[in-house]
């Protein structure tokens, strides 16, 4: 009887001490799996912090335009707005050869840059070819760390703009495709934001441009869109939209901001040798 009580007992606070391991294990495990996710997430959540600083940053520096006091006022891109505080950090990427395109961006003084845009037509989009085009417009324009991309600007004179105000190529659902687009009604009131472009490497001008405008455009399945735009979107489209019609942002620089930019157009005009177009 003792003999068998007595390893009875003796099991009882191994068995108790057991569970009571089994126990604190169990919360120790569970309290690790907790710590590796807050871990995970909070690993995910500082990369997605620095990749939007960085590109926040590199939107700053290297877009198609923008300005510096414009991106102050973006509510969506409040980080970062300190980071570069003159305009001097501006500076397009000439992205060269990209891959998936023979597209490559022309410069001022090419003359696509002010030859007429014709219209696109139905066939065009029915074909695919202008998804086609405006598909490898947007690989040109993230490759150079733009925002927004007219036709001409890579040899191709149709009405046709592309754009992604983030700048962002994961963010492809801001992706606009506008065909034959067209200012239906636009703003009296105007602001004055500082502006670069693809075409025009290395400078950047303050330009005038109303507050929003309202455009009819057809989509790339050809369909009737109408849109109002404000602020840093409708600046994109008039910039995109000037393009169309051969005009370019320093056809719209005042005097002094025309004579700061002119060393600059002298070069390019020299770099560019014969048959550039003013
Ligand atoms: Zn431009």
């Not at 003792?2 to 057991?18: D, K, V, W």
């Not at 969506?76 to 490559?104: C, M, N, Y």
């Not at 034959?180 to 472009?197: A, H, L, Q, W």
Request: proline share 4%; charged share 25%.
């Amino acid at each position: 009887m003792f003999a068998l009580l007595i390893p009875c007992c003796t099991i009882q606070p191994h068995a108790r001490s057991n569970e009571a391991m089994a126990s604190l294990s169990f919360v120790a495990l569970i309290l690790l799996v907790v710590a590796t996710y807050c871990g995970i997430a909070m690993a995910l959540v500082s990369t997605r912090l620095i990749s939007r600083v960085g590109q926040n940053a590199l939107s700053r520096r290297k877009p198609m335009f923008l300005s510096l006091s414009h991106y102050s006022q973006q509510s969506l891109r409040p980080i970062g707005s300190w980071l570069f505080s003159t305009a001097q950090d501006l500076e397009e990427k000439d992205p060269g050869v990209v891959k998936g395109t023979h597209l490559r961006i022309v410069k001022y003084p090419h003359p696509a840059l002010r030859a007429e845009n014709e219209e696109i037509t139905a066939e065009e989009l029915k074909d695919g070819s202008i998804a086609k085009l405006a598909k490898e417009m947007f690989l040109v324009m993230y490759a150079a760390e733009g925002v927004g991309l007219a036709a001409p600007q890579v040899g191709q004179n149709k009405r046709l703009m592309v754009y992604n105000p983030s700048g962002n190529s994961k963010k492809w659902l801001d992706e606009v495709i506008m065909v034959n687009p067209k200012i239906v009604d636009y703003s009296n009131g105007k602001d004055i934001e500082t502006e670069g472009c693809l075409s025009f490497p290395d400078m950047d001008g303050k330009v005038e441009r109303s507050k929003w405008i309202k455009v009819e455009s057809l989509n790339i399945r050809g369909k009737k869109v109408k849109r109002k735009f404000t602020g840093w979107e409708a600046r994109i489209f008039q910039h995109e939209y000037d393009h169309l019609d051969g005009v370019v942002y320093v056809d719209r620089l005042d005097e002094e901001n025309r004579a700061n930019v002119q060393p600059r157009l002298d070069e390019l005009v020299e770099g560019f040798g014969e048959g550039g177009v003013l």
